[in-house]
T-cell receptor, first 112, second 115 residues
Framework: DVKVTQSSRYLVKRTGEKVFLECVQD?????MFWYRQDPGLGLRLIYF???????EKGDIPEGYSVSREKKERFSLILESASTNQTSMYLC???????????FGEGSRLTVL | AQSVTQLDSQVPVFEEAPVELRCNYS??????LFWYVQYPNQGLQLLLK??????LVKGINGFEAEFNKSQTSFHLRKPSVHISDTAEYFC?????????????FGGGTRLMVKP
């Protein structure tokens, strides 16, 4: 069973803390993505990666960075968390042939 | 740039009734089309996809969708819903007929099935 695994389902952090969200996929996909999901705003793309050590900004990259040191792992980093980053974060990897995205279970982050 | 519109943010329906969730997109080129479902506190999973061929696509859990190129629509239907279908549904489009292109998502439709 193919899988995208996000390391933390629920996190609570304080303003100014550094936050790491980890994502691992077992499908040997080259492309991986980080989205955030907020009520009324749908899914918004933060960053994506076409391949190892490659990264591209999405629609809302401000306040975030990413790391892709290995093909299976794509990390989202909040250098200094702020309350407006309280959200659901979704990682996905893509099948390049069909375009289908495979999503993780999501990480719900609360910043106090 | 392409855009995807899901006209209904919420759709309440009684159990065993039929349902249609609407999706329209704007694109002047060929497209690949997807419907995803998100159950509470979970990630998105694929319901069905249209890449080519028959415009009527069948997916999991009894859902189907029809691609209408002239109306640039990809509406999702189910003839008889269950309580367990309560979830949020997202339509998505990739442009140019290249599955490697980025997916654009609609804003989502919350389906609420009542007993």
């Amino acid at each position: 069973d193919v899988k995208v695994t996000q390391s933390s389902r629920y996190l609570v952090k304080r303003t100014g803390e550094k936050v790491f969200l980890e994502c691992v996929q077992d499908m040997d996909h080259e492309n991986m993505f980080w989205y955030r999901q907020d009520p009324g705003l749908g899914l918004r793309l933060i960053y994506f990666s076409y391949d190892v050590k490659m990264k591209e900004k999405g629609d809302i990259p401000e306040g975030y960075s990413v790391s892709r040191e290995k093909k299976e792992r794509f990390s989202l980093i909040l250098e200094s968390a702020s309350t407006n980053q309280t959200s659901m974060y979704l990682c996905a990897s893509r099948n390049r042939v069909t375009g289908e995205l495979f999503f993780g279970e999501g990480s719900r982050l609360t910043v106090l | 740039a392409q855009s995807v519109t899901q006209l209904d943010s919420q759709v309440p329906v009684f159990e065993e009734a039929p349902v249609e969730l609407r999706c329209n997109y704007s694109s002047s080129v060929s497209v690949y089309l997807f419907w995803y479902v998100q159950y509470p506190n979970q990630g998105l999973q694929l319901l069905l996809k249209y890449l080519s061929g028959s415009t009527l696509v069948k997916g999991i859990n009894g859902f189907e969708a029809e691609f209408n190129k002239s109306q640039t629509s990809f509406h999702l239907r189910k003839p008889s819903v269950h309580i367990s279908d309560t979830a949020e549904y997202f339509c998505a489009v990739s442009e140019g007929g290249d599955a490697g292109n980025m997916l654009t998502f609609g804003g989502g439709t919350r389906l609420m099935v009542k007993p």
